[in-house]
C-alpha cells in the first residue's frame, strides 16, 4: 500500500486532547440539508434494547427519547450533566427508593400516536420481562435488577419502584442504551422499522448498503432538529470509506472510525477536516470460553493472561495514546478505575517476562512445549478495530507455547455467536454504556448475565457487586470498586488489553458537533446543523 494511501486512510487533522465542556462557536443555525455519513456494517437490528454494540445506537438513537440523557454539549458525561428529554422533571422520595418523574405533555410518536406514561411503564416491564410480548436479546436487563415495578399517575406521571436505594439509577436512565419505546408497537418491529419520539424518523434500512432518516417535523423541541434527514451508506472496507470522506462524499466518519497511528500523515492530506480524539469506554480484551477444554482449567485459562504485553499493544496501535487498565475506564478519563500503579501489585499486569516465565511453567506442567503448543482458535469480529489486535494476540501466545489460528465472523453475526458461546478465546472489544460500575460489574461479569459472554461466575463477587452499588459515599464506594477490578483481573475474569481512543472525523461545515467520553450516548443529532 502506498504511504500516499495509508496518509488518508484516517483523515485526522488535529487533535484535540481536552476531555472537558465544549466551547461550541456562537453561530446562529441553519435549516435544511441531508447529512451524509457512513456506517462500517449492516447493524444487527435497529433495536437499541437488544443490541450491545454502537453499530446500533448510532443509526437509532436520532429515531428515539430517553426520559433523561447527558447533556450534549458537555463531552464529560456525570451524574450532574443528566438533562430531561421526555422527563420534564424528577424527583426521589426520602427513602430513595422511589423515582418520580414527570412526563412532557403533547409528545408524539412517529406514528402520530400520544406519548404517555403507559408507554415507560411498558418499556421497563418488557425488560424486566412482565410483559406478554419479549425482547429476543436484553442484554441490559441486570441493570435493573433493583426495579421492583413501575406504577403510573395518570398519562404524564411516572414512578420506578426500586426494592433498595440505587444511586446510579438515573444515569442509568440516560444512557443511549435507555430509549422509551412505544406500547403499540410490537418489539420484533423495533427491529427492521422502528418507531420513536426523536428528531429524526425511519425510512429504510438495506442490507450491507444504506440506512435513511428523515427530519421529523412534528418533534417536541420545537426549532429542532435543524437537518432535513442522515443518510448513512454503509461501506464494510476501511480504505474505501475513508478515501470517500476525504473526497467530499460524506460530511461525518463513523464514531472513533480514525484510527492513531496514521492521524499524524494525514494532516498534510485532509487538513480542513476536523478531528477529536477521546477516549470510547470501549476496551479491547479477551473473552474465554470456560466451558470449552482446555479452558475449563483456570490456569490455562491464567496462561492466556499472563502472555499479554499490553505496552506492545499500546504502542503498536495508537502510539501510546490508549491506556491499560482493569474492567473499569482508568484515570484520567474514568472516575472508577484503577491507576497504572495500582495495576503493577496485580497479577497479569507488571513485567512482562516474569509473566511469560509463569504462563510457559505452567504449560509445561501440563504437558505443552514448543514443540508441542496448545492448539487454539481465535474468533473475533470481522472488521479491523478488531483483527488488528488479534493478529498482535497470536504472536504473544506463541511465547507461552500456544499456536492460535485467526477466526473472522461478520459484524452482524459477531454478538450472537459470542452469546450462544460458539468460540474458544475471543478477542473482543467491551463498551460499556455508562462509566459506572452498575453498568459495567451487572452487565459483562455477574452470574447469568446474557452480556457474560464467557460465562465467568462468582458468586462473592456477585455480592459485592450489589454492596457497591448501595454505597452512597463516593470514596467508600471507589475503594470496593478497584477491590472488585482486583479481583476480576486476577481471576482472568475478562482480561483486558487496553481501553480504546481514536478520532471521529467531520467535515467544518457540520456544525455543533461534540464527541462525549463514551461511544454510546451522544447521537440523538437534534443540535447539529450544516453550512454548506
Not at 470522506?245 to 485532509?270: H, I, K, M, Y
Not at 463498551?431 to 451487572?442: E, R, S
Not at 482472568?492 to 472525523?505: E, K, V
Request: glycine share 6%; aromatic share 10%.
Amino acid at each position: 500500500m502506498s504511504k500516499k494511501l495509508m496518509a488518508v486512510l484516517t483523515l485526522a487533522t488535529f487533535v484535540v486532547t481536552g476531555f472537558g465542556i465544549v466551547a461550541v462557536a456562537a453561530e446562529k443555525p441553519k435549516y435544511g440539508g441531508t447529512l451524509k455519513a457512513y456506517h462500517r456494517g449492516t447493524p444487527p437490528s435497529m433495536s437499541i434494547h437488544e443490541e450491545a454494540t454502537v453499530s446500533t445506537n448510532y443509526p437509532a438513537m436520532p429515531i428515539m427519547n430517553n426520559l433523561v440523557l447527558f447533556d450534549y454539549f458537555n463531552e464529560v458525561e456525570s451524574l450532574k450533566s443528566v438533562k430531561g428529554e421526555l422527563a420534564s422533571s424528577w424527583k426521589w422520595s426520602k427513602d430513595r427508593k422511589k423515582l418520580t418523574f414527570n412526563l412532557r405533555k403533547g409528545v408524539k410518536w412517529h406514528d402520530g400516536k400520544p406519548f404517555t406514561s403507559k408507554d415507560v411503564k411498558y418499556t421497563w416491564e418488557l425488560i424486566l420481562g412482565k410483559t406478554e410480548q419479549s425482547l429476543r436479546k436484553n442484554p441490559r436487563k441486570v441493570w435493573y435488577k433493583f426495579l421492583e415495578s413501575v406504577t403510573t399517575n395518570g398519562d404524564y406521571s411516572v414512578t420506578f419502584n426500586l426494592n433498595r436505594p440505587q444511586p446510579s439509577f438515573l444515569v442509568l436512565l440516560a444512557s443511549g442504551y435507555s430509549p422509551v419505546y412505544p406500547a403499540h408497537v410490537d418489539p420484533k418491529d423495533m427491529r427492521t422499522n422502528p418507531i420513536g419520539t426523536g428528531p429524526f424518523k425511519f425510512v429504510e434500512l438495506k442490507q450491507n448498503e444504506s440506512i435513511k432518516l428523515v427530519k421529523n417535523k412534528d418533534y417536541y423541541r420545537k426549532g429542532r432538529p435543524y437537518m432535513d434527514g442522515i443518510d448513512t451508506t454503509i461501506i464494510k472496507n476501511t480504505a474505501t470509506r475513508v478515501l470517500a470522506l476525504a473526497a467530499g462524499t460524506f460530511d461525518l466518519s463513523f464514531p472513533w472510525d480514525v484510527n492513531v497511528p496514521l492521524e499524524r500523515e494525514v494532516r498534510a492530506q485532509a487538513p480542513k477536516i476536523i478531528s477529536k480524539l477521546r477516549f470510547s469506554n470501549v476496551s479491547t480484551n479477551l473473552i474465554v470460553n470456560f466451558d470449552s477444554p482446555p479452558f475449563n482449567d483456570p490456569e490455562i485459562r491464567q496462561v492466556l493472561a499472563l502472555s499479554i504485553d499490553r505496552q506492545a499493544f499500546i504502542d503498536s496501535l495508537s502510539e501510546g495514546k490508549t491506556i491499560m487498565g482493569g474492567a473499569m475506564l482508568p484515570p484520567p478519563a474514568g472516575v472508577w478505575g484503577l491507576s497504572k500503579k495500582q495495576l503493577n501489585k496485580v497479577i497479569g499486569y507488571g513485567s512482562v517476562e516474569k509473566n511469560r516465565d509463569r504462563a510457559r511453567a505452567i504449560m509445561k506442567k501440563k504437558g505443552y512445549s514448543e514443540s508441542n503448543p496448545l492448539k487454539v482458535i481465535i474468533s473475533t469480529r470481522n472488521i479491523a478495530i478488531y483483527r488488528d489486535p488479534a493478529a498482535i494476540l497470536i504472536a504473544h501466545l506463541k511465547q507461552v507455547f500456544v499456536e492460535a489460528e485467526l477466526k473472522t465472523i461478520e459484524t452482524s453475526n459477531w454478538h450472537a455467536t459470542v452469546a450462544r458461546k460458539d468460540y474458544q478465546v475471543g478477542l473482543n472489544l467491551t463498551g460499556v454504556g455508562v462509566d459506572d460500575p452498575d453498568a459495567n460489574f451487572f452487565e459483562n461479569y455477574s452470574c447469568g448475565s446474557q452480556r457474560n459472554y464467557a460465562g465467568y461466575c462468582n458468586p462473592e463477587l456477585d455480592k459485592l457487586f450489589e454492596k457497591q452499588s448501595a454505597i452512597t459515599n463516593f470514596k467508600k464506594r471507589l475503594a470496593l470498586v478497584q477491590e472488585i477490578d482486583r479481583k476480576l483481573q486476577e481471576d482472568g475474569a475478562r482480561p483486558l488489553i487496553f481501553h480504546n481512543t481514536a478520532y471521529t472525523s467531520w467535515w467544518p461545515h457540520v456544525k455543533n458537533m461534540v464527541v462525549h467520553n463514551n461511544t454510546y450516548n451522544s447521537w440523538r443529532m437534534d443540535e447539529v446543523w450544516l453550512d454548506r
